[in-house]
């Protein structure tokens, strides 16, 4: 069956550091995968989305790669800061029209 | 910006009722989905809609059931509500073509008693 995994329900880091996030993925061959940031008590907001043929992508201090071979895409937010903590979501597209989402990484930036 | 709303942001409802929830969004997007959202299961999801009339059972559509009659709203109805389907629901919409986001409202939190 599709499985997407996130490996840490949970991670704490210092202020400054690079934080990286991993998704793993099985029985699917997506097209492009996205990655979501969600806040207490709201909704997944977007933040990046990397097709197949994309090795990489950035957008600020975020930086996703996305790895066909290994079905591993993951997630890095540079320079982190306490602003940055929230729970981030993986998410694919397989079949028809149908977006399958990971557990979630809560991150916890601490000062 | 999209704007996806959610009638109610918390419901309580007694086993056994019949409960709507309801959804609009404003961008004319042909995608609508239903998730619920549990602790330690992260989002699941229960049915989407890729058109008026039209709609595709996702992960775990036992119990509940949707309705869209216009473009703009999406409807998830529980038949007879138990204390199992107490949970988070997110709505979601997004444009048909496939690299596009999903854009959530912020939820309606549900307790059946």
């Known amino acids: 069956s599709q499985k997407i995994e996130q490996n840490s329900e949970a991670l704490n880091i210092q202020e400054g550091k690079t934080a990286t996030l991993t998704c793993n993925y099985t029985?699917?061959?997506?097209?492009?995968l996205q990655w979501y940031r969600q806040d207490p008590g709201r909704g997944p907001v977007f933040l990046l989305l990397?097709?197949?043929?994309?090795k990489e992508k950035r957008k600020e201090r975020l930086k996703v790669t996305f790895d066909t071979t290994l079905k591993q895409s993951l997630f890095h937010i540079t320079a982190s800061q306490p602003a940055d903590s929230a729970t981030y979501l993986c998410a694919l597209q397989g079949g028809y029209q149908k977006v399958t989402f990971g557990t979630g990484t809560k991150l916890q930036v601490i000062p | 910006d999209v704007k996806v709303t959610q009638s109610s942001r918390y419901l309580v409802k007694r086993t056994g009722e019949k409960v709507f929830l309801e959804c609009v969004q404003d961008m004319d997007h042909e995608n609508m989905f239903w998730y619920r959202q549990d602790p330690g299961l992260g989002l699941r999801l229960i049915y989407f809609s890729y058109d008026v009339k039209m709609k595709e059972k996702g992960d775990i559509p036992e119990g509940y059931s949707v309705s869209r009659e216009k473009k703009e709203r999406f409807s998830l109805i529980l038949e007879s509500a138990s204390t199992n389907q107490t949970s988070m629901y997110l709505c979601?919409?997004?444009?048909?073509?496939?690299?596009?986001?999903?854009?959530f409202g912020n939820g309606t939190r549900l307790t059946v008693t």
């Open positions: 979601a919409s997004s444009l048909q073509q496939n690299n596009s986001p999903l854009h």
């Open positions: 990397i097709r197949e043929n994309e």
């Open positions: 029985n699917y061959s997506p097209a492009y």
